[in-house]
């Protein structure tokens, strides 16, 4: 009795202080009451199904594969024939740089790790034009979730070598303080969240995250309006969490961009083994999604497909948009990887000399007449030394001091961690011959409370 | 489940012992179910308020029980910061165990939402709208249903701050809220208390509430608060049973902090949520049967990072401890307790701690009776530690 008393209460106050502006997103069903012979039905879970009195179950095969867009072709030759460049050919070749250095610097820290100067690599090699094309296009302070073969993010919104060499060789300079492995970058000053291991993860995170830009902007109407951008690669896609994400985004009306690097690998999985559908952006659609399948070897592609998706993704108040960037993954998975192991080397090299972002966006610039061997030659070479010099720094450099491993697991550190971090101590003050601390910042006095 | 819980309550009046003619009529005396509208642990009047530390004693109050109270904070929250939002499976019209009721109409649908049925994604958007500042309170419907989100409960929220590192990006707005425990019928996935591996976890701080006084303020120290993520679960038999006053004003309660409820010398129970109610009837049981003994009760209150030292300091004085809680005793709460305190207080232990916990087994719906700790086993235990 007394809750049902206090409901009501509550139920009257509500009326009286409803809010006025807030717009009612809520669907309902239409009128139970049809016309007799009525062709639709009023299901409440699909509200638009006509009757049909054929019996026949939809084949995937009946449907076309959807189109992959692009606006050069590999020659370089443009192929959409409205396609203006929307940059100075000081951009483009910014770009293109920011493209050669990723690819310089993954060949080099590839190296590194076979020599055993770095414990581990994942290169991006013939997907570079995927995350600084669609980079270029969004806004510096749209916030990003990345999973790991998206190094190009960070060159385009502006990382040095020496801070891509920070996280990757743990020193004192890693934003993330050495606690995660080599590539798993973030950073505060690019709007770029931490790059976790666990696969797709960060996908309903982003929708999560596009939501709080959302409501942000509609508390206070003076706040930009930014959107969210979230890659992943095709086998990620298979994780529950890329369902999650997807259908939250859509039923939250989420102004975010998924992007999806289908390079026909999940370590060694072919897609064949992955899926059955029509890739991943046919999943888009059944989740109420606009959708987009692009030539990620198409920089100018991956440009204008994410700026009109970024575009779209604020209209309406919001709304979420799936890009499927095609490509290949010309590399090995990662350091741990031979992946001729499990494709033929033929297939790889053929890849590589087909088609590759980075010589696709060259022949556009040497045909276009702003770019020659000789600057290629100097772009390299300029380049190669930029990221050996601070690769060299970066190596001398001391790690963050030890008691960073017991930092931030909270905001403060709690009477477990500080009881451990004096139990540390005690155990390389009594057993200094068996603990290296001179590499790292200050040694144990870091320990001392 | 409303009517689960509903249907618990009316059980509640009754004394569940069948009689027969033939059978001698010997009542219980120790197993009887718990008398919510006397029992010490509830501030059934103001005039105890300020028995309870913290709890503001001078404006006004109002009898809540543990889902209305759990609903008073949300609201004062929602009200207090507009970057608090309430979601997950069905919240909107007021959740199936009514903690949301009304907010959807005083916040608007874009604070207060349903999510698609996915746990998963409830707190892997809860992270992502933390991660931009936001304050999330979500709801998984039952403890028992999070298992799907312990991907991003434990691999990404937890971990969030420690591997932005110096970004400073972090989730200390997330608040993941559950009923958890029995309910007398609730079987295999409307019963566990899982609090023990989130105990395994560095990165988020548990909290589980006793009464609709102490879920307000530790709901809204979760909330307003905390720079850490926090797990809060709530007792699901004590969402109708449990009323008391309530004061209507904001306040927070520590979290962190262990509340010793009720001093004594010979004994310490260490307990949590709604095995507090059980020990109490031990308590006054044994000490009623034993006069001279004297019983500590000490209510955990956050389980992890919990506080080591009011319980050490408690068992320094007794010599004997008793652990008591819902979940198995294998790796359970108790555990953890009864380590800790072999390692600091060994010496000045009289008998061996004891852990009174569930069995290691699932909850079978015909035997959660005999599955959960009860009066008589705690009253054993107290005994069996006195007389060890």
């Known amino acids: 009795m007394k809750s049902r008393a206090l409901r009501h209460v509550a139920l009257r106050r509500a009326v009286l202080s409803r809010p006025q502006a807030v717009p009612f997103a809520l669907r309902s069903a239409s009128s139970l009451s049809q016309r007799p012979n009525s062709d639709f039905v009023s299901f409440p879970g699909a509200l638009k199904s006509a009757f049909t009195t054929t019996l026949k179950f939809e084949a995937p095969e009946s449907y076309p594969a959807l189109p992959t867009y692009r606006v050069v072709d590999q020659h370089g030759a443009v192929v959409d024939e409205s396609f203006k460049p929307d940059i100075s050919d000081e951009e483009v070749i910014r770009l293109y740089k920011d493209m050669v250095f990723i690819s310089i610097m993954d060949l080099i820290m590839f190296d590194a790790q076979r020599q055993g100067r770095l414990s581990f690599y994942m290169v991006s090699a013939g997907e570079e034009a995927v995350s600084i094309g669609s980079s270029s296009v969004l806004d510096r302070e749209d916030v990003m979730f990345c999973q790991y073969r998206e190094q190009g993010v960070f060159k385009e919104r502006g990382w040095t070598a020496k801070e891509f060499m920070g996280q990757l060789f743990a020193n004192k300079r890693d934003p993330g303080r050495g606690r995660s492995m080599p590539v798993h970058y973030g950073s505060k000053e690019l709007n770029i969240h931490s790059i976790s291991s666990p696969l797709a993860t960060q996908l309903p995170q982003a929708s999560g995250a596009a939501y709080a830009l959302k409501m942000q902007r509609l508390q206070d109407p003076n706040v930009k309006p930014r959107v969210v951008a979230a890659f992943f690669g095709e086998g990620a896609a298979s994780e529950g969490d890329f369902h999650a994400a997807l259908n939250i985004a859509a039923t939250r009306s989420c102004p975010v961009i998924f992007i999806c690097r289908n390079n026909g690998y999940a370590i060694s999985t072919p897609t064949l083994d992955q899926y059955r559908g029509d890739g991943i952006a046919s999943r888009g659609i059944g989740y109420g999604i606009d959708t987009i399948r692009i030539d990620g070897n198409d920089i100018w592609a991956v440009r204008e497909a994410t700026k009109k998706a970024r575009e779209m993704a604020l209209q309406d108040g919001g709304k979420p948009v799936l890009i499927e960037a095609m490509t290949y993954r010309v590399s090995h998975h990662s350091t741990s990887d031979d992946s001729f192991a499990y494709r033929a080397r033929v297939e790889v090299e053929d890849w590589k000399r087909r088609d590759n972002p980075i010589t696709r966006l060259r022949k556009w610039m040497e045909a276009k007449g702003i770019w020659d061997e000789t600057k290629e030659k100097e772009a390299r070479d300029s380049l190669r030394k930029e990221i050996l010099k601070a690769f060299s720094e970066a190596e001398r450099e001391k790690k963050p001091p030890i008691r960073a491993m017991f930092e931030d697991v909270y905001e403060e550190l709690t009477e477990d961690l500080k009881a451990q971090m004096a139990e540390l101590k005690e155990m390389l003050d009594k057993y200094p011959e068996e603990y290296d601390v001179a590499e790292y910042e200050g040694g144990k006095d870091s320990l001392k409370p | ?388």
């Open chain 2, 1 to 388: 489940m409303a009517s689960i819980s509903r249907a618990s309550r009316s059980k509640m009046g009754f004394h569940h012992v069948r009689r027969f003619a033939s059978q001698a009529t010997k009542p219980r005396r120790l197993n009887v179910p718990i008398d919510f509208a006397k029992t010490p642990l509830l501030h059934h009047s103001r005039e105890t308020l300020s028995q309870t530390p913290g709890l503001p004693t001078d404006g006004p109050s109002t009898r809540k029980n543990l889902f209305q109270s759990v609903n008073d904070a949300l609201r004062t929250a929602l009200g207090a910061s507009n970057k608090v939002l309430c979601f997950g499976e069905d919240v909107a019209f007021g959740g199936v165990f009514r903690c949301t009721t009304g907010l959807q109409n005083d916040f608007g649908p874009h604070r207060v939402f349903n999510t698609p049925i996915t746990e998963q994604g409830i707190v892997g958007a809860a992270i992502g709208a933390a991660a931009e500042g936001m304050k999330p309170v979500v709801e998984i419907q039952f403890a028992d249903y999070v298992f799907p989100a312990f991907d991003q409960i434990v691999n990404e929220a937890a971990k969030f701050r420690y591997r932005e590192g110096k970004t400073g990006g972090n989730v200390g707005g997330l608040v993941i809220r559950m009923p958890c425990g029995g309910v007398g019928h609730g079987a295999l996935y409307h019963t566990q208390s899982p609090e023990s591996l989130f105990g395994h976890v560095p990165g988020f701080r548990v909290v589980v509430p006793r009464s609709p006084s102490q879920a307000k303020g530790l709901l809204l120290s979760a909330i307003l608060e905390s720079q850490d993520p926090v797990i809060f679960m709530e007792p699901k038999i004590l969402y109708r049973a449990a009323v008391e006053e309530v004061p209507d004003e904001s306040y927070t309660l520590p979290i962190s902090k262990a509340e010793v409820i009720r001093p004594g010398n010979d004994i310490t129970i260490i307990s949590y949520g709604r095995p507090l109610y059980t020990c109490m009837a031990a308590i006054e049981a044994a000490e009623r049967d034993r006069p001279g003994l004297s019983v500590e009760l000490i209510d955990l209150r956050t389980i992890f990072p919990w506080d080591r030292q009011t319980i050490l300091d408690s068992v320094a004085k007794t010599g004997r401890a008793l652990v008591v809680h819902e979940s198995m005793v294998n790796f359970g709460v108790g555990s953890e307790i009864a380590a800790t305190i072999q390692e600091h207080n060994l010496l000045k232990m009289k008998a061996p701690v004891k852990r009174v916990a569930g069995w290691t087994t699932h909850t079978g719906l015909a035997y959660e009776k005999y599955i959960f700790p009860d009066v008589a086993r705690v009253y054993d235990a107290i005994l069996e530690s006195k007389d060890y």
